[in-house]
C-alpha cells in the first residue's frame, strides 16, 4: 500500500480519507528545516530570562508563575499527565489515525518549536500502528482539545494506554512491542502537543465524509423512491436548475436524470396523468439534496484550512518571535460540525418523507399499502417506516447547534469556548442513522419498483436493485426485518448505493 507524503499546508482531503482508511502516512521532508529553526528558537527562549508562556511559566491560570530552567522536563511531563482527564468511548481507530496526521500535519508547519525527534516519534507511531487510546469526552474546543490529546501524547512519554497489533496495552508496552522507545518531553513540547484542534477536526472530518456519503447515496435511494411512486421527471429537467444557479441543485438534478432514463415505469405515465404535481419530497430533491450538497462543501473547505493549519500557543515565527494567540480556539470547526449536522438532519427528513410516501396507499399511486403483496394479513414495510422516523427525529435534537453553547472554564481564563469536540463528535452518530433510514428506503424503492411488474425500471436502477438484492430479498412475506435494515445501512456505509459518476466534494 503506497504511503501519503503529508506536505504541511498543502494537504487535500481526498489525502486524508485515506488515512483514515489506514493508507501509511508520512510528513514530507522539506518540513525538517522549519521545524530545527523552531525548535532552537524555543531552546534558546528557555534558557533566557524573559517570560515566555509554557516555556518558562506556568499553563493558564498559572502563567504568571515562572518555572526554573531545570525544572522545565517535569513541567511538560506534569502538563501531560494532569491533562489526560478524558472520559467516555474511546475514538475509532480510523479517527485516531486521522487525529495522528493532522497533529503531524500542524506541527510540521514550523511554528510550534517541536524537535525532529520527538515529531519523527509520532511518525512512526503512525506509521506502525500504535494508536493511543483517546477517549472522546472532555474537550470543550477552548485552548485546543486538551484532555484527548494529552491522552495521545502520554503514549509518547511511555504512558498512557494504546492500541498495537489488535490489542490494548500499556502506552509503554505498545511503544516497545513496534521497537519504538518514549521521549522525553523538552521546553513547549507538551503545550504544542495538547494545543490545537486535531481531534475536533478530525472529527469533523470523519463526519463530513460520512455525511457526503449519504447525500449522494441519497440520488440513488430518491431516485428508487420516485420511479417507485411513479413520480415525474420533468423537475428534474436541466433548464429548471440552470435558472436557479446553484451548483449542487444543477448536480443532483442531472445525477438523478441519469439514474431515471430509460424508465419503462415512467414512460408508462408519460401521457394522461392526472398529478399535476408531486409531493415535495419527490419534487424538490435537487433543490433540497443540492442545497445539502452546497453545505456540505462549505464546511469543506473550513475543515480543509483548519487540517493544515499551526493551532498551537504561543507560536514560533520566522523573525524569531514566540507569541501568544489564539489559533487554539476552535469556533471555524464547530460552526462547521453545526453545518454538516444541518445538512445530515435535512437528508434524513426529506429521505423519511419519500418512505412514509411509499407506504401510504393514499400517496403511493397505486402501491399497496405498506408495500405488502397482501396488506391486512402481513405488515410489509410498516414498522419500518416507523424506524425511519424514529432515527429522524433523533437527527433532528442532535442538529440542534452546539458552537452557541459557550461554557467559561480554567477559573475564567477561557471564558468563551467553541463546544467543537462534541459537535463533531455527535456527526458519528447521526450519519450512522441517516445511513439506516437511506437504507430502510433503498428496501422500499426497490420493493416498489418491483411491484410495479411487468414495468421495468431504468437500466441505471436495475443495477442498484440487483445490488440490494444480493444482501436483502424481497419482501413476499412478513419476517424479522432488523437484519435487513442493518444490511441496507451498511450499503450505505460502504458507498455501494454512491451512484455512478456521481459529484465529488472537492474540485
Request: aromatic letters at 2%.
Amino acid at each position: 500500500m503506497a504511503e501519503v507524503i503529508l506536505t504541511p499546508g498543502a494537504v487535500d482531503l481526498a489525502t486524508l480519507a485515506r488515512v483514515m482508511e489506514g493508507v501509511p502516512a508520512r510528513l514530507d521532508p522539506a518540513a525538517a528545516p522549519a521545524l530545527a529553526a523552531s525548535a532552537g528558537l524555543v531552546a534558546a527562549a528557555a534558557r533566557g530570562e524573559r517570560p515566555v508562556y509554557g516555556v518558562n511559566t506556568g499553563f493558564g491560570k498559572l502563567a504568571a508563575v515562572r518555572i526554573p530552567a531545570g525544572d522545565t522536563e517535569a513541567l511538560q511531563r506534569n502538563l501531560i499527565l494532569s491533562h489526560c482527564a478524558g472520559v467516555g468511548a474511546p475514538l475509532s481507530a480510523p479517527v485516531v489515525r486521522l487525529v495522528m496526521a493532522l497533529k503531524l500535519v500542524g506541527l510540521g508547519r514550523g511554528a510550534s518549536g517541536v524537535r525532529p525527534a520527538t515529531v519523527a516519534l509520532l511518525q512512526e507511531m503512525l506509521a506502525r500502528g500504535v494508536l493511543p487510546v483517546i477517549p472522546g469526552q472532555g474537550s470543550v474546543g477552548a485552548s485546543g482539545d486538551l484532555a484527548p490529546l494529552a491522552h495521545l501524547t502520554a503514549v509518547m512519554i511511555g504512558a498512557g494506554e494504546a492500541e498495537f497489533g489488535g490489542r490494548r496495552m500499556s502506552g509503554a508496552a505498545a511503544l516497545a512491542a513496534a521497537g519504538l522507545a518514549p521521549v522525553t518531553l523538552g521546553p513547549k513540547e507538551g503545550l504544542a502537543l495538547i494545543n490545537g484542534t486535531q481531534v475536533s477536526t478530525a472529527l469533523a472530518l470523519a463526519g463530513l465524509f460520512a455525511a457526503w456519503r449519504g447525500a449522494v447515496s441519497a440520488l440513488t435511494t430518491g431516485a428508487l423512491s420516485t420511479d417507485a411512486a411513479m413520480g415525474s421527471t420533468d423537475p428534474f429537467e436541466a433548464a429548471i436548475h440552470q435558472l436557479r444557479g446553484h451548483r449542487g441543485q444543477i448536480e443532483a438534478a442531472a445525477v438523478l436524470r441519469g439514474l431515471l432514463a430509460g424508465s419503462q415505469i415512467r414512460e408508462s405515465h408519460r401521457e394522461g396523468d392526472q398529478r399535476v404535481q408531486d409531493p415535495y419530497c419527490i419534487r424538490c430533491q435537487p433543490q433540497v439534496t443540492g442545497a445539502c450538497m452546497d453545505v456540505l462543501r462549505m464546511a469543506a473547505a473550513t475543515l480543509r484550512t483548519e487540517a493544515n493549519a499551526a493551532t498551537d500557543n504561543p507560536l514560533v515565527l520566522p523573525d524569531g518571535r514566540i507569541l501568544s494567540g489564539g489559533n487554539f480556539h476552535a469556533a471555524p470547526v464547530g460552526l462547521a460540525a453545526d453545518m454538516i449536522a444541518m445538512a445530515v438532519a435535512e437528508l434524513g427528513a426529506i429521505a423519511q418523507r419519500r418512505i412514509a410516501t411509499l407506504v401510504d396507499p393514499a400517496l403511493s399511486f397505486g402501491l399497496p399499502a405498506f408495500l405488502s403483496p397482501a396488506p391486512g394479513l402481513n405488515s410489509g414495510l410498516m414498522i419500518a417506516e416507523v424506524t425511519s422516523a424514529a432515527l429522524m427525529a433523533e437527527n433532528r435534537a442532535l442538529s440542534n447547534p452546539r458552537s452557541v453553547d459557550s461554557t467559561p472554564t480554567s477559573a475564567n481564563q477561557e471564558d468563551h469556548v467553541s463546544m467543537a469536540c462534541h459537535a463533531a463528535r455527535r456527526l458519528t452518530e447521526m450519519t450512522g442513522n441517516l445511513d439506516v433510514i437511506l437504507g430502510i428506503e433503498a428496501i422500499a424503492g426497490a420493493q416498489g419498483i418491483g411491484l410495479r411488474a411487468p414495468l421495468a425500471t431504468s437500466p441505471a436502477l436495475a443495477a442498484v436493485i440487483a445490488r440490494i438484492r444480493e444482501r436483502i430479498p424481497a419482501l413476499a412475506e412478513d419476517r424479522p426485518l432488523a437484519p435487513d435494515l442493518d444490511a441496507a445501512g451498511r450499503l450505505v456505509a460502504e458507498g455501494l448505493l454512491v451512484p455512478p459518476g456521481a459529484p465529488a466534494l472537492e474540485p
